[in-house]
């Protein structure tokens, strides 16, 4: 049974940082592309950041290019998402997918694998 399961979400003042984690389960990790979406209540499931196999190549969202850094830890099954200067628009539901070999990075849809999300919270 896969399991992708987020933790490190809450609320946090605008300029604050805040560092999201997910723990992987139930697959081989070095054979999945890793990312975090994030979703406001009746919109669409935005790209925010990904990461390649071996953790050398990673991609970003507009919106969170250089306040936000994703990374994996293959020997322990994590990626987690480094976020700083946040602003009230980070605030989320962030989430937390694995994508394998074939698939684009950057679409939301091409993943097979979620977890279950977590709130972050940026007041102004």
């Known amino acids: 049974q896969v399991q992708l399961v987020e933790s490190g979400g809450g609320l946090v003042q605008a300029g604050g940082s805040l560092r999201l984690s997910c723990e992987v389960s139930?697959?081989?990790?070095?054979?999945?592309?890793m990312a975090w979406f994030r979703q406001a209540p009746g919109k669409e499931r935005d790209f925010v950041a990904a990461v390649e196999w071996g953790g050398e190549y990673t991609y970003y969202g507009d919106s969170v290019k250089g306040r936000f850094t994703i990374s994996r830890d293959n020997a322990k099954n994590l990626v987690a998402l480094q976020m700083n200067s946040l602003k009230p628009e980070d605030t989320d539901v962030y989430y937390c997918?694995?994508?394998?070999?074939?698939?684009?990075?950057?679409?939301?849809?091409?993943?097979?694998?979620w977890g279950q999300g977590t709130q972050v919270t940026v007041s102004s």
């Open positions: 997918a694995a994508l394998s070999r074939y698939g684009h990075i950057k679409t939301a849809s091409a993943y097979p694998y």
């Open positions: 139930g697959l081989t990790f070095l054979d999945y592309r």
